[in-house]
């Protein structure tokens, strides 16, 4: 069995990385999608395992004690990352592994893992990511300002990335990383032990 690859996929807020994951899981089998690691209180109808894998503080300062984090971060008290080991099983048995992670992160992957594949997505314009983040309904004006500010900061990382895909529509965007990832696993070092002559 072919080990699986590792995808790294990356976009500021607004950009629609969840909506083309979700699509992408349905239309794919042999993907698995990393649950990131949080010392943070789970939200009212959050589920551990499902959402995040919620830890105390001393376990998570444990896996960054042993190495055991491919990426993590402080944010506002708390810790968030992405553990190794769910993540390596995975790749181990042949499925290919999504990550969903900040431009921060996804350097902090690329160089442990320099085999990982990273996409970063952005939907055509800063216009049309202003129009997304206003229709959300869900930020103050202060906190949409904020998110634009800090897209602007990622999109300066975005030439660090293997590809750029833009979501100005989530089938487009979809089929593009379903190609992405199909070309990936043509690559000649995954199939030449096909073109060897058994003993």
Do not use: W
């Amino acid at each position: 069995m072919n080990k699986g690859k590792l995808f790294v996929i990356s976009g500021p807020s607004g950009a629609g990385k969840s909506t083309v994951i979700t699509r992408l899981l349905k239309q794919l089998n042999n993907v698995y999608f990393s649950i990131s690691a949080t010392t943070r209180e789970p939200r009212r109808g959050e589920r551990d395992g499902v959402d995040y894998h919620f830890m105390k503080k001393e376990e998570f300062e444990k896996l960054i004690d042993e190495g055991q984090l491919l990426e993590y971060a402080e944010f506002v008290g708390n810790y968030y990352g992405t553990p190794a080991k769910p993540v390596d099983q995975k790749l181990e048995a042949g499925y290919d592994v999504i990550l969903d992670i900040e431009t921060k992160g996804a350097e902090q992957i690329m160089a442990k893992r320099p085999d990982a594949i990273s996409i970063f997505l952005f939907p055509g314009s800063f216009a049309i990511l202003e129009e997304r983040l206003r229709l959300r309904g869900t930020d103050s004006e202060e906190k949409i300002l904020k998110r634009l500010a800090q897209a602007k900061i990622e999109c300066k990382k975005a030439e660090m990335y293997d590809y750029i895909i833009i979501n100005d529509r989530v089938e487009t965007a979809c089929d593009e990383v379903i190609a992405i990832i199909t070309a990936e696993k043509c690559k000649t070092a995954g199939r030449l032990h096909y073109l060897k002559e058994e003993n």
